[in-house]
């Protein structure tokens, strides 16, 4: 792989991973409010709602950006993305609305490219598997 795309991969992963883990802790911030925009959009129990957002955001950015099990990850919050845009923003009359129901499907395509392709070579996911190669041929050695 050449040097451009070992960084375009983990330069793509922080800038997606990073805006999710942001959310993620401004959503630990403001648990009231965040519940009320959950029940006010009609989703069932909020406060495991409230729980599950911030676990893939917080949780899905931070292990995104570090590139552990990335292709899992991504695919999760992938699925979280379209939801969120299906039951948040579903007001096509609104303009505000449809912008970000559009960022939510880009922002899936872009992790289903994660899920396709993998963290890259700069991640947890890549080093964990260049050890375990190295360790099983170590075994294999004696």
Same mark, same amino acid.
């Given at each position: ?54 676990? /893939?955001?917080?949780? !899905? %950015? *931070? &292990?995104? =950006?570090?590139?552990?099990? +990335?292709?899992?990850?991504? @695919? ?28 939510? /499907?880009?922002?899936? !395509? %872009? *992790? &289903?490219? =994660?899920?396709?392709?993998? +963290?890259?070579?700069?991640? @947890? ?18």
């Amino acid at each position: 792989m050449d040097t451009t795309a070992r960084y375009a991969s983990l330069v793509g992963r922080l800038m997606i991973g990073l805006p999710f883990a942001m959310s993620g802790f401004g959503k630990l911030a403001a648990y009231g409010a965040t519940t009320a925009y959950i029940a006010s959009a009609g989703l069932p129990v909020p406060p495991l709602a409230y729980a599950i957002a911030v676990l /893939v955001e917080l949780g !899905g %950015g *931070l &292990l995104l =950006i570090a590139g552990y099990q +990335a292709r899992s990850v991504a @695919l999760t919050m992938a699925v979280f993305s379209l939801a969120a845009a299906v039951s948040f923003h579903n007001n096509f009359a609104d303009q505000n609305q449809m912008i970000h129901f559009l960022k939510n /499907v880009m922002m899936a !395509g %872009g *992790l &289903l490219q =994660i899920f396709a392709f993998g +963290a890259g070579a700069l991640s @947890l996911d890549a080093r964990l598997s260049r050890d375990g190669v190295a360790a099983a041929q170590a075994a294999h050695a004696h």
